[in-house]
């Protein structure tokens, strides 16, 4: 019995790193970007977040440019601004070739912030300005408690200054980012349900492990943002798939392909809001409070 709940806990595990981009080395796992603001720490009331958000998407969907923010609790055992160049590569807010995306970091517990700028807005905010806005915005506002209000502020002026760069419009996309999103996780779940679905079968027999499976993938379909229509096509499919399999258990597993193609784990979720591919060098500037 204990064997079989390893063997559970194993899935979920590898679920929980293909999905989240568990990062190796103890260093601090880089989170779905699902929204403009993401609030770790629970910092940020659920109306202060929406407000923040409205105007975020607002702005990107009026401008073309993105500009978000992460709060969390710490980036140790990386500095903030080590950490703030893996997070811009892998969220890439902003579009492709544009890079104009800004990235607002906030690690409350260690007392630091950082300010990412792509490639495109390094001219419009340059390392300077960021460093006061960060000083003369962030800082203060903060040393009060008043988080959302310097946040609130800090946006308000990265959006000015923004607007002020001589930027191409936004492409005029009536929402078909959707499919090209779930298209780009088929891999990871034919890789869970190859992965699953053997151990389930091995577990519980060919139906009920398949039955389970397929239910499963369906329920994390649904976590990522799937309408009620596409979990149950996607636990259908699940179904099906691990039913068609050869034999039961691991030991008579089909053929596991390597390399699905590329996926950065945890960059982005389904498209409610997510990085359009732009670059970042590095610019910015860092501080504490």
């Known amino acids: 019995m204990w064997s079989r709940w390893n063997s559970l806990l194993l899935v979920w595990c590898l679920l929980l790193s293909a999905l989240t981009g568990h990062a190796a080395d103890g260093l601090v796992d880089i989170p779905i970007l699902q929204s403009p603001v993401t609030d770790l720490t629970q910092t940020l009331t659920l109306e202060e977040q929406a407000a923040l958000n409205q105007k975020l998407t607002q702005f990107s969907q009026q401008s073309g440019?993105?500009?978000?923010?992460?709060?969390?609790?710490?980036?140790?055992?990386?500095?903030?601004?080590q950490?703030?160049?893996?997070?811009?590569?892998?969220?890439?807010?902003?579009?492709?070739k544009q890079d104009d995306g800004v990235i607002v970091i906030i690690a409350k517990n260690d007392r630091k912030m950082r300010i990412e700028v792509g490639y495109g807005l390094e001219g419009a905010i340059p390392d300077a300005i960021a460093k006061r806005i960060i000083s003369e915005q962030l800082s203060p506002a903060f040393k009060q408690g008043q988080f959302y209000q310097g946040l609130d502020l800090a946006t308000d002026t990265l959006i000015k200054l923004i607007q002020g760069?001589?930027?191409?419009?936004?492409?005029?996309?009536?929402?078909?980012?959707?499919?090209?999103?779930?298209?780009?996780?088929?891999?990871?779940?034919?890789?869970?349900?190859i992965i699953g679905g053997a151990i389930l079968k091995g577990i519980l027999g060919d139906f009920p492990g398949s039955l389970v499976t397929g239910g499963l993938l369906g329920g994390l379909a649904g976590l990522l943002g799937a309408t009620a229509?596409?979990?149950?096509?996607?636990?259908?499919?699940?179904?099906?798939?691990?039913m068609a399999m050869g034999g039961r258990g691991m030991g008579s597993s089909p053929y596991i392909p390597g390399g699905f193609g590329g996926?950065?784990?945890?960059?982005?979720?389904?498209?409610?809001?997510?990085?359009?591919?732009?670059?970042f060098g590095g610019g910015g500037a860092s501080g504490d409070w």
């Open 165 to 193: 760069e001589q930027l191409p419009a936004p492409a005029q996309q009536a929402h078909k980012g959707h499919a090209n999103d779930w298209m780009s996780l088929l891999p990871i779940l034919m890789f869970a349900a």
């Open 263 to 279: 996926y950065s784990g945890g960059s982005r979720g389904p498209d409610i809001f997510s990085g359009g591919g732009g670059g």
């Open 83 to 96: 950490f703030g160049i893996r997070l811009a590569d892998a969220w890439k807010i902003g579009r492709e």
């Open 229 to 242: 229509l596409i979990m149950g096509l996607i636990g259908l499919a699940a179904f099906v798939f691990t």
């Open 65 to 81: 440019s993105q500009v978000a923010v992460l709060l969390l609790p710490s980036t140790q055992p990386e500095e903030i601004s």
